[in-house]
């Protein structure tokens, strides 16, 4: 079993619907981040949780709102697609204070 | 700001060739630096870091980067170049500054081409 789970690992919705995606980990860390992956672009950061009751906005938070349910999980919500937030999600988990992100395989996630 | 660079958007090389995957950095104060690399259809996947210590580092697979201060550079190297090297290939920068500590920044990727 993967380390860091994304569900669903596609989707296609709708301009104006809502939408959350999943992340669970069993890898014990702490700190638990969400990317935005765009052709040219490479990864964004869109927000991230250091501990269950932290909560930060990166640099693409608009349009998106987060929530750390328990050390293992957290999850980003669309509250209304819109068709430029078409794109690839990560998830990603890091434990040490020097440490390396270990990702989830990725949500990918079309807007019409 | 901290910041890297990843000058080409894509490298090609022959098997069996040496490849290099070029990175540079702007940060304040000592740079932690990474390289991920991501298959298609894949997450990222960690390669190797420099924290402190010897300037080249080796990691997964083969590679090694090697850190210049001077040159404010992090380039990934690999003597012999594989076809399964094939892959986008990012570089990263932690952030060690208080307010946002442990962030990582990222390059815009680099396209690994390894030809038979």
């Known amino acids: 079993d993967a380390d860091v789970t994304q569900t669903p690992r596609n989707r296609i919705t709708k301009t104006g619907k809502r939408i959350m995606l999943e992340c669970s980990q069993t890898k014990g860390h702490d700190r638990m981040y969400w990317y935005r992956q765009d052709p040219g672009l490479g990864l964004r950061l869109i927000y991230y949780s250091f501990d269950v009751k932290d909560i930060n906005k990166g640099e693409i938070s608009d349009g998106y709102s987060v929530s750390r349910q328990a050390q293992a999980k957290f999850s980003l919500s669309l509250e209304s697609a819109i068709p430029n937030q078409t794109a690839l999600y990560f998830c990603?988990?890091?434990?040490?204070?020097?440490?390396?992100?270990?990702f989830g395989e990725g949500s990918r996630l079309t807007v019409l | 700001a901290q910041s890297v660079a990843q000058p080409e958007d894509q490298v090609n090389v022959a098997e069996g060739n040496p490849l290099t995957v070029k990175c540079t950095y702007s940060v304040s104060g000592n740079p932690y630096l990474f390289w991920y690399v991501q298959y298609p259809n894949r997450g990222l996947q960690f390669l190797l870091k420099y924290i402190t210590g010897d300037n080249l580092v080796k990691g997964s697979y083969g590679f090694e980067a090697e850190f210049n201060k001077s040159q404010t550079s992090f380039h990934l190297k690999k003597p012999s170049a594989l076809v399964s090297d094939s892959a986008l290939y990012f570089c990263a920068v932690r952030d060690i500054r208080g307010s946002t500590l442990g962030r990582l920044y990222f390059g815009r990727g680099t396209q690994l081409t390894v030809w038979p």
């Open positions: 990603a988990t890091a434990g040490s204070n020097t440490g390396e992100l270990f």
